[in-house]
């Protein structure tokens, strides 16, 4: 049994030079503005993605194994016991990072089993409260990121199949489909975490996922957008905010011909 596997994804950055869509454009900002605050993202070429979650106790898919069925909701759960992260070592893991030449890493706070990797106080699933482990992984990780000069990125899941507002758990179980007040309940979580991560560490990025389950009303995508620019102006965000985002992040398959984003990031993922 692998314990506490560390999932690297390599990101190759191609910069294309094709026109933006209106929609990737913030209000009131020009694109020489845009251009500005994108400057080093698209200088940078190369960032390394740190996929890391209960998921490496067993070596199973993150989330997607309980999701698709391939195992019970509880037994992926049952992971928790068994994270300790005793041989997590975030200055061993940036001097790696910062040896292959990458300019920005970006983190997984939380995958869309909802376990959250910092000492959240608006959720009730985290390493800090639901494993061994017992504290905050991201803050030292941050705090050895800017110490070494790199840019900071956040993965964090829009969707939370844990949540017991959330209307989807897995691909055959739904526990609501129209419930306004549940819904209400949850989008204020959401937004009390990304508030609580970006006010504690203003990163310089964030990779979103999971927003293919809702429409960009639903999500409040703007509002999630404005909540983080509100004292975080030059953050850059994925695309993953349903037509919100400031880059393009194809995944399956390596393009044949360059996205029509001006910016994008393709992504070689490795175990």
């Not at 939370?160 to 055959?172: I, L, M």
Request: charged share 30%.
């Amino acid at each position: 049994m692998k314990k506490n596997r560390l999932s690297l994804a390599f990101l190759s950055l191609l910069i294309a030079a094709s026109p933006l869509r209106a929609q990737d454009t913030l209000q009131n900002e020009t694109v020489e503005q845009k251009d500005k605050r994108m400057e080093w993202f698209s200088q940078a070429k190369l960032g390394i993605f740190i996929h890391w979650g209960i998921y490496s106790v067993r070596g199973v898919s993150e989330s997607w194994s309980f999701f698709n069925n391939y195992l019970p909701y509880d037994e992926y759960m049952e992971q928790e016991k068994g994270f300790t992260a005793s041989k997590y070592d975030p200055k061993a893991w940036v001097d790696l990072i910062k040896e292959s030449g990458a300019k920005y890493t970006v983190i997984t706070t939380k995958h869309h089993d909802g376990v959250a990797l910092w000492d959240t106080k608006v959720g009730d699933i985290s390493v800090v409260k639901s494993t061994p482990a017992k504290r905050d992984l991201i803050a030292p990780f941050v705090k050895e990121v800017r110490k070494q000069g790199l840019k900071l990125g956040f993965y964090y899941s829009l969707l939370d199949w844990s949540h017991p507002d959330y209307p989807n758990k897995t691909r055959t179980e739904v526990r609501y489909k129209n419930d306004p007040e549940r819904w209400a309940r949850f989008n204020k979580f959401n937004f009390g975490q990304l508030a609580e991560l970006n006010k504690t560490w203003k990163p310089d990025l964030y990779w979103f996922d999971g927003d293919w389950e809702q429409s960009a009303e639903a999500w409040n995508s703007k509002g999630i957008v404005d909540l983080l620019r509100s004292d975080n102006k030059n953050v850059i965000i994925n695309s993953r905010i349903q037509g919100y985002g400031d880059y393009a992040t194809p995944e399956q398959g390596v393009p044949v011909v360059r996205p029509e984003d001006k910016y994008w990031e393709r992504g070689r993922f490795h175990s």
